[in-house]
């Protein structure tokens, strides 16, 4: 499954809002590409894209967390670890051949909408109640 941006997903952050459009556009590419036996290579650099691109993002916010006191701070620090935790358990079974890159890849999407419109709202409501720049 595949995630289509949708307004609902807006922080009204401009730099977030690209951001999750990208990390959304790489899960989206690895969901696309799981089941082409011939595009491991592609699937493992995709990987690390995610990886990568998940930890600047997640830096970002957390560093804007910090600076501006907001109180769920950890709670929210904790989740983007899960997620980075997930995204090495499915390269690990990638590369071991032991994964169901579908079901990942569905879970993957699910959690960072499901992430976008919960716990990156509650943050984005907090920064626009107290006039704060990301």
Known sequence: MTVKWRTAFNLNIDIIDSEH?????IINKLYENFKLVD??????????????YADVHFKREEKCFEKYDYPETDKHKEQHHVFMNKIKE?????????????????????WFANHILVEDKKYAKYFENNNLQF
């Open 39 to 52: 595009k491991n290579e592609l699937v493992k650099q995709l990987l690390k894209e995610l990886w990568d």
């Open 90 to 110: 499915v390269e690990n079974d990638f590369l071991n051949g032991k994964i169901n890159l579908f079901d990942q890849t569905f879970f993957l999407n699910k």
């Open 21 to 25: 459009q990208k990390l959304i556009g």
